[in-house]
């Protein structure tokens, strides 16, 4: 499965890039709020990656929305798993969201 190169959020693009692990030892993903940049591992099974990227991706609206840093990561951890499964059990429904 391959990431866009880059996401559009708010008046900023956000570029995404798939790292080595040996890169980031100690995390699936991660996000810099001060460079525009979301990471996430390279050599992950799909459905892993595809769920990292969404957590990433909420830690950058989070930070867009300036959430408090202190409920961010509480935020983003429960929603992140629970979004993932609902649009995964329910594929239709981003055609709907988007009025497609």
Not at 17 to 45: A, Q, S, T, W
Not at 53 to 69: G, I, N, V, W, Y
């Given at each position: 499965?391959?990431l866009?190169k880059?996401?559009?959020?708010?008046?900023?693009?956000?570029?995404?890039?798939?790292?080595?692990?040996?890169?980031?030892?100690?995390?699936?993903g991660?996000?810099?709020?001060?460079?525009k940049?979301?990471?996430v591992?390279?050599?992950?099974?799909?459905?892993?990656?595809?769920?990292?990227?969404?957590?990433e991706?909420?830690?950058?609206?989070?930070?867009?929305?300036?959430?408090?840093?202190e409920?961010?990561?509480k935020?983003?951890?429960?929603?992140?798993?629970?979004?993932?499964?609902?649009?995964?059990?329910?594929?239709?429904?981003?055609?709907?969201?988007?009025?497609?």
């Amino acid at each position: 499965m391959k990431l866009p190169k880059s996401v559009k959020l708010g008046c900023f693009e956000y570029e995404v890039k798939e790292d080595k692990d040996e890169n980031m030892p100690e995390f699936l993903g991660d996000m810099n709020p001060y460079i525009k940049r979301i990471r996430v591992r390279k050599n992950m099974e799909d459905q892993v990656k595809r769920e990292t990227f969404l957590h990433e991706l909420l830690h950058a609206c989070c930070d867009e929305a300036r959430l408090p840093p202190e409920m961010e990561e509480k935020f983003v951890s429960v929603v992140s798993p629970r979004l993932f499964e609902l649009l995964q059990r329910n594929p239709k429904l981003i055609n709907v969201l988007l009025d497609k």
